[in-house]
């Protein structure tokens, strides 16, 4: 089965760091880039960093810019997200992703199941 599995969201004050991974199995991962979207309450799923696939491309939203990063490990089929200097607004369940298509039509990604990260003040 083809499946993204996240890990490493909890509970942080502001101002602290987390670190979240998203294991795949039952693809060609190293074929595939990668990214992290957020949803908070009553918001939008929104984009929050992406890797190319031989991971010299990084991009980032503006919320996030040098506060998070992203990097890909394709020997033990792993993407993470490095969160630092956390802030309330960042709350949000956070997904993996893999673009199936090759240039993120969301109707070809495959989205992990989520983790919860609380951010309080």
């Known amino acids: 089965q083809v499946q993204l599995v996240e890990s490493g969201g909890g509970l942080v004050q502001a101002g602290g760091s987390l670190r979240l991974s998203c294991a795949a199995s039952?693809?060609?991962?190293?074929?595939?880039?990668l990214g992290w979207f957020r949803q908070g309450p009553g918001k939008e799923r929104e984009f929050v960093a992406a890797i190319s696939v031989s991971g010299g491309n990084t991009y980032y939203a503006d919320s996030v810019k040098g506060r998070f990063t992203i990097s890909r490990d394709n020997a033990k089929n792993t993407v993470y997200l490095q969160m630092d200097s956390l802030k309330p607004e960042d709350t949000a369940v956070y997904y993996c992703?893999?673009?199936?298509?090759?240039?993120?039509?969301?109707?070809?990604?495959?989205w992990g199941q989520g983790t919860q990260v609380t951010v309080s003040s």
């Open positions: 992703a893999a673009d199936l298509s090759g240039n993120w039509d969301t109707s070809k990604t495959l």
């Open positions: 039952g693809l060609r991962f190293r074929d595939y880039a």
